[in-house]
């Protein structure tokens, strides 16, 4: 893996670190690469119980496409020798980084320090709880470069802060601060750009700690019940509580609290 992306597993929590503070983490094709991988297989690690995406320097989360390298690569193949590499990405990288984020069986938590622009603002709402610095922003960018919307956007944004507001921002894209982010749900908590990593280790240690497979439950229901009816919904309750319940975690859980003592859950 490449050193644009870091991958670190530790007691259970991976941590991944965007690594490009130069270039405000946008996305080159060796990132991206980097970025899926670390993403997939964190994903598909049961010893990964949570995962931490996160990225390095003050300035930015990811500004997402690296489009310094983007417009080499799109005059490469408007001149026939680039083999579509250009659009193809959305494909090859961020379609597959948007599933596995969003399908692990694990809490995903993102600590974003920065901006948070296209397909980083994209990343950044497929977690399933987000910390966001007092000094970070969010904007679409996408009609910007005369572009539509990936990395997820045009399903988590509207589902988020909802349909005419997300249309709104994608065009009509404008810069978010952290406390409007956090008004319209796109952040679940603000804290001191200072305070931020060790917040979102605490949080993400803790999601870590707790019963993976309930965790991955809630993660599956409340997905599953936005489209489908409430019937259906219900039976995927019995469905997804009949499998926590069946787990160790919960035996564990209901022992702890018979002898008011502290669980330590396994993650199975």
């Known amino acids: 893996m490449a050193d644009t992306v870091l991958h670190e597993v530790t007691d259970g929590l991976a941590t991944i670190t965007l690594n490009r503070p130069e270039a405000m983490n946008a996305l080159n094709i060796a990132t991206k690469n980097a970025l899926r991988e670390a993403v997939e297989a964190a994903a598909a690690d049961d010893a990964v119980r ?28 408007r001149e026939g020798g680039g083999g579509g590499q250009t659009m193809s990405t959305v494909k090859e990288h961020y379609n597959p980084i948007a599933r596995a984020l969003a399908g692990a069986k694990k809490p995903v938590i993102a600590a974003v320090n920065g901006v948070a622009a296209g397909a980083g603002f994209g990343f950044a709402l497929l977690a399933d709880y987000r910390l966001v610095a007092d000094t970070a922003a969010f904007n679409t960018s996408f009609v910007g470069v005369a572009l539509s919307a990936d990395s997820g956007l045009s399903w988590t944004l509207p589902r988020v802060i909802g349909t005419s507001r997300a249309t709104d921002l994608l065009l009509f894209p404008r810069t978010i601060g952290a406390q409007e982010a956090l008004e319209l749900g796109i952040a679940n908590r603000v804290v001191p750009a200072a305070e931020l990593r060790a917040e979102a280790e605490k949080v993400a240690r803790a999601l870590a700690d707790g019963p993976t497979v309930a965790y991955a439950a809630i993660k599956e229901a409340v997905a599953y019940g936005l489209t489908h009816s409430l019937d259906e919904a219900l039976e995927k309750e019995d469905e997804l509580q009949t499998r926590a319940g069946a787990s160790e975690d919960h035996v564990i859980a209901v022992q702890a609290f018979v002898q008011k003592e502290k669980p330590k859950y396994v993650g199975r």
Request: charged share 20%; with cysteine.
């Open 50 to 77: 949570a995962i931490l995406l996160t990225a390095a320097g003050e300035r930015a989360f990811c500004v997402g496409q690296d489009l310094k390298e983007h417009i080499g690569l799109l005059a490469a193949d």
